[in-house]
């Protein structure tokens, strides 16, 4: 049984000198507003983890990249490492719809120590119905996931390899499931940039 670790330039513009006149030296060159076009080019920090996972593992974890619309980090509970990569979805519903939730993320683990790679596991935002399944479909294939709490994870532990794999090369993937109070829920989440993080991920964690 799996265990859960719980489970994103600007450059000022130089004005132009004034015009010199005859009874003046020309004033030195002042600086502008940043450029709007360079104000949009300029690139966000990336947001630190969520505040579920930063309880998961103690604190805050390190931000190894961005990749996408997934993120890599690096922790160290009670000195053992931890590296992931964690999305949240590109759009949810309810049905019935806007049922009130708490964020969702989707989370690949890998603890060396364990020796679990590429753990995947969902947080759902809600307390799952008691005794049901949730399930992730990429393109045509499908996978059961066990739940417990508001957390869920592959239901045979065999297929997590395929899974991964079907994950890097997908487009996309779906998470449905269903609270304690019969809400059905679909997450989907964009893969792009998923293969990156993973490697990433990976990397700091041999």
């Not at 000022?12 to 104000?39: H, L």
């Not at 935002?125 to 059961?144: H, M, N, V």
């Not at 490697?199 to 041999?206: L, T, V």
Request: charged share 20%.
């Amino acid at each position: 049984m799996h265990r859960s670790v719980v489970l994103f330039v600007t450059a000022a513009a130089i004005a132009i000198p004034s015009v010199v006149t005859a009874q003046q030296p020309t004033p030195p060159a002042k600086k502008a507003a940043p450029a709007p076009d360079a104000a949009k080019a300029k690139k966000q920090p990336p947001k630190a983890a969520p505040p579920q996972v930063q309880a998961a593992v103690g604190g805050q974890p390190t931000l190894l990249g961005t990749f996408g619309e997934w993120g890599a980090y690096a922790a160290s509970p009670n000195g053992n490492k931890l590296c992931f990569a964690l999305a949240k979805p590109q759009d949810s519903k309810t049905n019935p719809p806007n049922r009130p939730r708490d964020p969702t993320y989707l989370f690949i683990a890998s603890r060396p120590v364990e020796n679990v790679r590429n753990e995947v596991s969902v947080i759902i935002g809600y307390s799952f119905k008691p005794g049901t399944d949730a399930s992730i479909e990429i393109g045509s294939a499908k996978f059961a996931m066990y739940t417990q709490a508001d957390g869920a994870w592959i239901k045979n532990a065999a297929e997590e390899v395929r899974m991964v794999d079907a994950m890097r090369k997908g487009a996309d993937l779906v998470v449905s499931g269903t609270s304690a109070r019969g809400t059905h829920s679909t997450d989907r989440y964009t893969l792009k940039g998923l293969s990156q993080a993973l490697d990433r991920a990976a990397q700091e964690c041999r």
